[in-house]
Nanobody, 119 residues
Framework: QVQLVESGGGLVQTGGSLRLSCAAS????????MAWYRQAPGKQRELVAG???????SYTGIMKGRVAISRDNTQNTVYLQMNSLKPEDTAVYSC?????????????WGQGTQVTVSS
């Protein structure tokens, strides 16, 4: 059984910062790519950032320049540092990971953490 558990969300004022964490646990041999997505009410889920097993990062344009993704392979954890937050960043942020579990490579999702940015 593999679980991804996000934390670090909450209510923050415009211009503030948050650091999200996503920890993977269970029967994991290795973790390949990890990523953060977000979904605002009434909108489609969108990719925020991704990171490879070697630490190479990629960002979409939605939060470029205001967000940084990182990971700690010893803790099976991926982070998302978000700065200069805006009300339009309000969304449920979810992490995903492609990992080896019991000999098979599978994708997993966390349950999400709410981020609310007040104006």
């Amino acid at each position: 059984q593999v679980q991804l558990v996000e934390s670090g969300g909450g209510l923050v004022q415009t211009g503030g910062s948050l650091r999200l964490s996503c920890a993977a646990s269970g029967s994991i041999s290795s973790i390949n790519a990890m990523a953060w997505y977000r979904q605002a009410p009434g909108k489609q889920r969108e990719l925020v950032a991704g990171i490879s097993s070697s630490g190479s990062t990629s960002y979409t344009g939605i939060m470029k320049g205001r967000v940084a993704i990182s990971r700690d392979n010893t803790q099976n954890t991926v982070y998302l540092q978000m700065n200069s937050l805006k009300p339009e960043d309000t969304a449920v942020y979810s992490c995903t990971a492609v990992l080896m579990n019991e000999g098979f490579e599978r994708g997993y999702w966390g349950q999400g953490t709410q981020v609310t940015v007040s104006s």
